[in-house]
């Protein structure tokens, strides 16, 4: 099993631009989940979704669409990106309860 | 109030040294803890997760959950520069999966 993948593993916007985070997970989980990290702020959730079609917000939600077509994908959509979303993005899928994350993809919104 | 707790640290012990690790929660509700470890511009990896007070052992790993004082620690005993990370306590929120992450504590072990 891969895991979780998450493409690309970094990537440079202008402001305004849009872009399209992908994750997968091999896994068959039901539950997946975005999360952010800033310094000094830990894991923040944005997204997540409890099995294909479902979606729901977490803490961060603004900025950011996902869909859930699959439960294998559950990528994430930044409309119109802004500096303030310069961060370190994981994606995550559940087992009962325990999450397993990607390798993150680093964001820098110039 | 976060909900969940974390001194940030950085902590730093020499080799061998005892590790303790500790968060604080403050929603009373049916929850699991978890803690995470995270090298340095990686994902998170899962390392133990518990539901009932008391404590769970896993190789030089223990966790621990006091419900009655809602603090929840991990232990590292003899610990190695190989543990030098930053360390995340979790809890669940209700029961559709989600997790409420602490700060996180960065730890460094010194050889």
């Known amino acids: 099993n891969a895991g979780v993948t998450q493409t690309p593993k970094f990537q440079v916007l202008k402001t305004g631009q849009s872009m399209t985070l992908q994750c997968a997970q091999d896994m068959n989980h039901e539950y997946m989940s975005w999360y952010r990290q800033d310094p000094g702020m830990g894991l923040r959730l944005i997204h997540y979704s409890v099995g294909a079609g479902i979606t729901d917000q977490g803490e961060v939600p603004n900025g950011y669409n996902v869909s859930r077509s699959t439960t294998e994908d559950f990528p994430l959509r930044l409309l119109s990106a802004a500096p303030s979303q310069t961060s370190v993005y994981f994606c995550?899928?559940?087992?009962?309860?325990?999450?397993?994350f990607g390798p993150g993809t680093r964001l820098l919104v110039l | 109030q976060k909900e969940v707790e974390q001194d940030p640290g950085p902590l730093s012990v020499p080799e061998g040294a005892i590790v303790s690790l500790n968060c604080t929660y403050s929603?009373?509700?049916?929850?699991?803890f978890m803690w995470y470890r995270q090298y340095s511009r990686k994902g998170p990896e899962l390392l133990m997760y518990t539901y009932s007070s008391g404590n769970k052992e896993d190789g030089r790993f223990t966790a621990q959950v006091d419900k009655s004082s809602k603090y929840i620690s991990l232990f590292i005993r003899d610990s190695q520069p190989s543990d030098s990370a930053t360390y995340l306590c979790?809890?669940?929120?209700?029961?559709?999966?989600?997790?409420?992450f602490g700060q996180g504590t960065t730890l460094q072990v010194k050889p």
């Open positions: 929603n009373s509700a049916f929850q699991y």
């Open positions: 995550a899928s559940s087992f009962k309860r325990a999450q397993y």
């Open positions: 979790a809890r669940t929120s209700g029961n559709t999966g989600k997790l409420i």
